[in-house]
């Protein structure tokens, strides 16, 4: 069974930083897509960041422009696991972030698997 598990979320004052990280069970993600979205009550899950691995590298990353610059995606092949690194962190982003596994692009329906979400709250 396939399986993703976030860890790192909580509470983080503005401009702080925290790590997410969404390890992957059951199958290997080598050569697919892997990303991050998240939502806030009343609105749609919209994309945060997503990459490929492929030949022992990441590729095709790409962020969303609201974090571009601030948050950092990156992967861990032996651990089969996609992190996210979050600094300046602003009240906006808080949401509950959502891993995604198993397709590509930027858009939910375009990915197979996914965890069950994990809540980063910032406060001001």
């Known amino acids: 069974q396939v399986k993703l598990v976030e860890s790192g979320g909580g509470l983080v004052q503005a401009g702080g930083s925290l790590k997410l990280s969404c390890a992957g069970h059951?199958?290997?993600?080598?050569?697919?897509?892997m990303a991050w979205f998240r939502q806030t009550p009343g609105k749609e899950r919209e994309f945060v960041a997503s990459?490929?691995?492929?030949?022992?590298?990441?590729?095709?990353?790409d962020y969303a422009h609201s974090v571009q610059g601030r948050f950092t995606v990156s992967r861990n092949k032996v651990l089969n696991t996609l992190y996210l690194q979050m600094n300046s962190l602003k009240d906006e982003d808080t949401a509950v972030y959502y891993c995604?596994?198993?397709?590509?692009?930027?858009?939910?329906?375009?990915?197979?698997?996914w965890g069950p979400g994990i809540q980063v709250t910032v406060s001001s």
């Open positions: 995604a596994a198993g397709g590509r692009g930027n858009t939910p329906p375009e990915y197979v698997y």
């Open positions: 990459s490929v691995w492929r030949i022992g590298q990441i590729y095709d990353i």
């Open positions: 059951g199958r290997s993600f080598t050569g697919d897509g």
